[in-house]
């Protein structure tokens, strides 16, 4: 196909019923879905469309505007790195980037690639359905129009699906309300008013500080203690701009080459062999470092129990230096999960949050919500006027964009249906009697255990490959064995197992956060650069586990 015929796209091809017709059909704008785009348009010279039920690209940051949201991997290596002069142009500001900073990056991407005539955006995709007789994916969006594709992409994204729980009483409640996950677009005033934050993952952690220096007062309302190390931002200087740009091959071959994507060494160390004094200093310098390296600190942190436990206690003894109130900070003590078996925050003055006078702390797992009221949120013990809640709840992860679609396969199976009991699919990638469907970053991939550009862009050139190699040998449709299937959801579990990550029985990790999710340990905990390995052999080893026609 030419380029010229490529451009068509942007106006669509109709077919005899009216049915704007493509090689592949793209759900997502975000990191996933832009580069996919870029991979089969430019690079295969095929037909493809973006839909988004966003106003612009960006994806997960489309939406994640709240105060303090900002990337908790360094800005350098946040960000693609198929090519050369995309990265040699572009100059990050921060060692850890704003909101905004990533989607004016992400825009950027989307104009010098000439991405936006093939993205539809304010067009939400409703249902998927795979017509057997044709081996093609008929697509329905909200305008109550029709596309057909041989090939549909999940681009949606792992942490876009925001989760409000189901109180009583929010629709009385008289004051405003927002999640961290679906920010307004204007500025927010907290001044003069009480703010009450339900929440202490990640957002909770990084909104906070910032809604604390502008609200009247402000309080948190924990169900479980997080650990969380200082992330030291600060401005990037034109001598760290030069180092990054002088040393970008290694850093992204390190970052490829990595359990988790990210471009440093883990010291090969155990926690267990060192002196208690050697120890110590190691766990304060990668605090005064600040950022995840605080986890490479030694090699076993996740693998051993009593290794973690040095750990841990490093960032209680913190915590409790930190705030002054003893009271206080001992309800900000994790005391329930290991370090790092949760998604570990990485924050700018959170536990020197709560010594400000205008800061109070409320433990609902001592005094439960009961409801929310007309003018504020009731817990057991007592009722705590507001005029704001933010809801920093998370998300439904990993699943809960994909699942919001009407997605069947073979023989009009949903997909919901398929997945009541816990995702079940082939490296992340593809589900059983679901052919032609990619899963980008699906569950069972390394996802959320890494630097998502790596991850994003192992799993997006992989699928391009896929789709290239089935157009070589005139194939007209790839989908897992269900044995394969079978096998790789124990492969994910062995791998969880083997790490401490199952031990925090109320991370989103495991669907914890969603009433009724089913419980199953969703990212493949087996690293990402063995990962990209065993998936490259499979396909090298004609697509073993795959089934073709």
């Known amino acids: 196909m030419s380029h010229e015929a490529n451009a068509l796209t942007t106006d669509y091809t109709l077919n005899s019923n009216d049915v704007a017709t493509f090689d592949a059909i793209i759900i997502g704008a975000g990191f996933s879905g832009l580069y996919q785009l870029h991979t089969l348009r430019d690079q295969l010279n095929l037909s493809a469309v973006v839909f988004d ?84 994916w008929l697509v329905s969006t909200n305008e109550g129009k029709s596309y057909r594709a041989r090939f549909l992409i999940s681009a949606v994204g792992v942490l876009s699906s925001a989760n409000v729980p189901n109180i009583a009483g929010l629709d009385k409640f008289a004051g405003e309300w927002y999640h961290t996950g679906n920010w307004p677009h204007h500025p927010v005033d907290f001044s003069g008013k009480s703010v009450g934050i339900i929440g202490t993952g990640s957002t909770g952690i990084q909104a906070a500080p910032v809604v604390a220096d502008q609200a009247k007062h402000l309080t948190v309302f924990q169900r479980t203690a997080n650990y969380s190390v200082p992330a030291r931002n600060r401005p990037l200087s034109s001598d760290d701009q030069q180092w990054i740009q002088d040393n970008y091959d290694e850093i992204r071959l390190k970052a490829r080459t990595s359990t988790n994507g990210h471009p440093f060494d883990v010291n090969q160390e155990s ?33 051993d129990k009593s290794a973690n436990d040095t ?29 790092a078996s949760k998604r570990p925050p990485i924050d700018t003055n959170y536990f020197e949050t709560f010594n400000r006078e205008n800061v109070s702390l409320i433990d609902v797992k001592a ?127 062995r791998a969880a197992n083997k790490t401490l990550l199952p031990m925090a029985s109320s991370s989103w990790y495991l669907g914890a956060n969603v009433p009724g999710k089913p419980r199953a340990f969703m990212p493949y905990a087996g690293g990402m650069a063995y990962y990209a390995n065993l998936s490259r052999e499979i396909a090298e080893n004609d697509y073993r586990g795959f089934v073709t026609r």
């Open 311 to 339: 750990a841990s206690e490093f960032i209680r003894e913190k915590i409790r230096q930190v705030v002054k109130d003893p009271v206080t900070a001992e309800k900000l003590v994790p005391k329930d999960h290991p370090f």
């Open 53 to 136: 039920v966003a106003g612009d690209v960006g994806g997960t940051w489309y939406w994640n505007r709240y105060p303090g949201a900002r990337c908790d991997s360094e800005s350098y290596y946040y960000c693609y790195s198929f090519s050369k002069e995309l990265q040699d142009e572009w100059r990050w500001t921060e060692l850890y980037p704003q909101h905004d900073e990533i989607r004016r990056y992400l825009s950027h991407v989307a104009d010098r690639f000439d991405l936006r005539r093939d993205i539809r955006l304010n067009t939400r995709v409703e249902s998927a359905i795979f017509e057997e007789d044709t081996d093609t």
């Open 367 to 493: 005094t439960p919500i009961v409801e929310i009221t007309e003018t504020g949120i009731k817990t057991t013990d007592a009722e705590y006027p507001l005029d704001v809640i933010i809801f920093a709840t998370g998300f439904d992860a990993m699943t809960g964009s994909l699942l919001k679609i009407d997605i069947r396969g073979v023989g009009g199976r949903t997909l919901k249906e398929t997945w009541a009991q816990g995702p079940r699919n082939y490296l992340g990638i593809q589900v059983p009697h679901f052919p032609n469907l990619f899963t980008v970053m699906g569950p069972g991939s390394p996802s959320v255990l890494t630097n998502n550009p790596v991850a994003i862009e192992q799993h997006v050139e992989w699928i391009r490959n896929c789709i290239r190699d089935m157009n070589d040998r005139r194939l007209s449709r790839i989908e897992p064995d269900p044995a394969a299937a079978d096998e790789w959801v124990e492969e994910v579990n």
């Open 271 to 303: 926690a267990l062999e060192v002196s208690d004094e050697a120890r110590q200093q190691r766990y304060e310098d990668a605090w005064t470092k600040g950022g995840l390296r605080f986890r490479a600190s030694y090699r076993d942190l996740l693998q």
